[in-house]
């Protein structure tokens, strides 16, 4: 398996753009997982999926931030506008269950730079 | 939810043994003790997880106080490779779904 592949590895965008980053989460697992990495505020769970079905997003930002999960195997997170304090890398993560078996795998990140 | 507090770094010399340790004095008795590293520009890692009795895998051996109040990650021999954060978490298995909550880690060194 090629583990949890997101895209783009590196997004560089101006103010007021939107931005979309991609996940495809590892065949079979049920649980989709979006954080958000700072220096200042570390790793944050944005949102997560349970049978693509939203659960919990009250980690969201604001507004400006929405996630989708259309299907078992793909995962979109959407900022629009974008603003240069949403520069972060962003993480997406996948587990089978709730993870307590297995944990959680994630991805490599996408690092967004807002200017 | 039930905190930890991890030293903010430590450093090692390759092919010692590490040592990390982890508090936890206001543990719940369904709290998991969960352990992810994150290396350099990757994404966090599983490496471990434990309840009440000691854990050993390939990457890492947990031993889990008596009163679980605190326990320790074990890397039996470091490498250059194991340098990296590495996160304690308290993760409670109740309700519909846990959810894993980062703290802000412990920054492993290891010096050639």
């Known amino acids: 398996d090629a583990g949890v592949i997101q895209s783009p590895r590196h997004e560089v965008t101006e103010m007021g753009q939107e931005v979309t980053l991609r996940c495809k989460p590892i065949s079979g697992h049920n649980s989709l997982f979006w954080y958000r990495q700072t220096m200042m505020r570390g790793l944050e769970l944005l949102i997560y999926f349970n049978n693509n079905v939203p659960i919990d997003d009250s980690g969201m930002p604001e507004d400006r931030f929405s996630a989708k999960m259309p299907n078992a195997s793909f995962s979109t997170l959407k900022i629009q506008p974008s603003e240069p304090r949403d520069s972060a890398v962003y993480f997406c993560?996948?587990?089978f269950g709730p993870g307590r078996a297995y944990g959680y795998t994630f991805g490599s990140g996408t690092r967004l730079t807002v200017v | 939810d039930a905190k930890t507090t991890q030293p903010n770094s430590m450093e090692s010399n390759e092919e010692e043994p590490v040592h990390l340790p982890c508090n936890h004095s206001?543990?719940?008795?369904?709290?998991?003790i969960h352990w992810y590293r994150q290396l350099p520009s990757q994404g966090p890692e599983y490496v471990i997880h434990g309840l009440t009795s000691n854990v050993n895998n390939r990457m890492a051996s947990l031993a889990i106080a008596e009163d679980r109040k605190s326990s320790t990650l074990i890397l039996h021999r470091a490498t250059l490779r194991d340098a990296a954060v590495y996160y304690c978490?308290?993760?409670?298995?109740?309700?519909?779904?846990?959810?894993?909550?980062f703290g802000k880690g412990t920054k492993l060194s290891v010096k050639p």
């Open positions: 978490i308290l993760w409670n298995y109740g309700g519909s779904q846990g959810n894993l909550i």
């Open positions: 206001t543990i719940s008795g369904t709290d998991y």
């Open positions: 993560a996948s587990s």
